[in-house]
């Protein structure tokens, strides 16, 4: 029911700036809230930032706490991650996700690679 693509990845230096975007199609309840989550090289993949579905709530990972800011456009179906002072160690795919109202995260995306050069 839900198709989800992400943009935006790429080549950047430290320090650097990125944002990532994931246009969503199918049924709005189904995706309630959205989320980010990245898995690096043999790693395992970790979360990263949510939204509701009316952006009046946020949550993110300590790590990227401060830097990174997860937003939505309901009109364009479309959730962004802004990624400011980029890190090496934050070098990864990134993934978008999506999950209705009391639901796990259930829709993903393809994932758009992000490397952090140092």
């Known amino acids: 029911q839900v198709v989800l693509v992400e943009s935006g990845g790429g080549l950047v230096q430290a320090g650097g700036t990125l944002r990532l975007a994931c246009a969503a199609s199918?049924?709005?309840?189904?995706?309630?809230?959205m989320g980010w989550f990245r898995q690096a090289p043999g790693k395992e993949r970790e979360f990263v930032a949510t939204?509701?579905?009316?952006?009046?709530?946020?949550s993110y990972a300590e790590s990227v706490k401060g830097r990174f800011t997860i937003s939505r456009n309901n009109a364009k179906n479309t959730v962004y991650l802004q990624m400011n002072s980029l890190l090496p160690e934050d070098t990864a795919v990134y993934y978008c996700?999506?999950?209705?109202?009391?639901?796990?995260?259930?829709?993903w995306g393809q994932g758009t690679q992000v490397t952090v050069s140092s």
């Open positions: 939204i509701s579905w009316n952006g009046g709530s946020t």
């Open positions: 996700a999506a999950r209705a109202f009391g639901a796990e995260y259930k829709y």
């Open positions: 199918g049924p709005t309840y189904s995706t309630a809230a």
